[in-house]
């Protein structure tokens, strides 16, 4: 269940992440609110997950998973470049993830 909380933490973080963008250095409140609730989830979960889950190894996945969320994300909902460094460093962290998974089974 530990990695299930990850996963959510990480989709939180990636989400949290994005609403800065709408917040307008927290100006406007629904996205303030917005990225204020997916904070609050992602730490939720994260904590949540660290419970039996390794510092090092929920920290690296946390962000890993943000890491590409914000990253995918930005490119379609903000039209930032995403072009095949930035693909190949993904595939980079994404293969960290993995092998963290893989190796802490």
């Known amino acids: 269940m530990e990695w299930t909380f990850l996963f959510i933490a990480g989709l939180f973080e990636a989400a949290w992440a994005i609403g800065l963008k709408y917040t307008?250095?927290?100006t406007r409140l629904y996205p303030s609110v917005f990225t204020i609730v997916c904070?609050?989830?992602s730490f939720y979960f994260l904590s949540q997950a660290l419970?039996?889950?390794p510092i090092g190894t929920g920290y690296?996945?946390?962000?890993g998973i943000g890491?590409?969320?914000t990253t995918?994300?930005?490119a379609l909902l903000f039209n930032e470049v995403?072009?095949?460094?930035?693909?190949?460093c993904i595939l980079l962290i994404?293969?960290?993830i993995v092998g963290l998974r893989l190796i802490s089974a």
């Open 51 to 53: 419970k039996t889950l």
């Open 67 to 69: 890491v590409i969320g």
């Open 72 to 74: 995918i994300l930005g």
């Open 24 to 26: 307008e250095g927290f």
């Open 39 to 41: 904070m609050f989830l």
């Open 82 to 88: 995403l072009d095949l460094a930035r693909v190949f």
């Open 94 to 96: 994404f293969s960290g």
């Open 60 to 63: 690296a996945v946390w962000t």
